[in-house]
């Protein structure tokens, strides 16, 4: 059976960590380890870690590239989940990354996302990122879709080898946002990605907070304008954080 290592990058998340690490601990079977890589919260954040029994890394350097990075540098795990600390996972997640994983052509998988709060799922968005994961693909790099290529972004639980994750060079910590869709890029010249169907949930506190137009809007610019060769700094400046 392989060891799956479990890295969740955050910062000031003490009012969803909790609720993740919970999923976390009913896994069957159990994952290898949880890493939170802390990018400096002042709140309860590191405690509600401890508390529930992860292992805490400090980030070294701000971003969550590069907090993903570290993680990765410790995972002690044959495969890597990369996992948002407002995202719920299915009990059998373990199982599911290593069926996934079992063939060897596929070199990284993740979930379809949905997007929900405490009164209201968003089934617009969560449909619309869905499609996303190969539209933009077929748009932007029709060539390589065909060879395997998906896009897959944080929310949607990214797993793959530890060995294809270095391999590649791992996340691009210069980038302040799109590295997933980066690393995809990377990953997709050593075999084809996957989209699993199956359900994770991620929090609404994004689009709750600018509004659905807004967010439908500023996710389509973003994807837009990385797939015609806009910087990630530039794009950074659209995507600002919300806790």
Not at 88 to 107: F, G, M, Q, S, Y
């Amino acid at each position: 059976m392989a060891k799956v290592s479990i890295v969740l990058p955050v910062v000031n998340e003490a009012t969803c960590l909790g609720r993740t690490l919970r999923y976390l601990q009913i896994l069957d079977p159990a994952c290898h380890e949880i890493l939170v890589v802390d990018g400096g919260s002042d709140d309860d954040t590191v405690a509600i870690a401890q508390s529930h029994g992860a292992t805490v890394i400090p980030a070294l350097h701000q971003g969550r590239a590069a907090q993903m990075n570290a993680g990765a540098q410790q995972a002690t795990g044959d495969i890597l989940c990369f996992l948002h600390g407002d995202t719920l996972v299915p009990d059998d997640l373990v199982t599911v990354i290593e069926a996934t994983l079992a063939n060897p052509k596929i070199v990284c998988g993740g979930f379809i996302s949905v997007m929900a709060g405490a009164q209201t799922t968003r089934w617009g968005i969560t449909l619309h990122n869905s499609f996303k994961t190969h539209y933009a693909p077929l748009l932007f790099r029709p060539h390589r879709y065909f060879r395997g290529l998906r896009l897959l972004f944080g929310d949607q639980v990214m797993f793959c080898r530890r060995a294809d994750f270095w391999a590649c060079g791992g996340f691009d910590a210069a980038l302040p946002i799109m590295e997933e869709a980066d690393l995809c890029l990377k990953l997709c010249r050593i075999g084809h990605i996957r989209q699993v169907n199956r359900i994770v949930q991620s929090s609404d506190r994004r689009v709750a907070q600018w509004g659905p137009l807004k967010a439908n809007m500023i996710y389509l610019a973003i994807g837009f304008l990385w797939g015609i060769g806009l910087p990630a700094t530039t794009l950074k400046k659209f995507y600002e954080d919300v806790r």
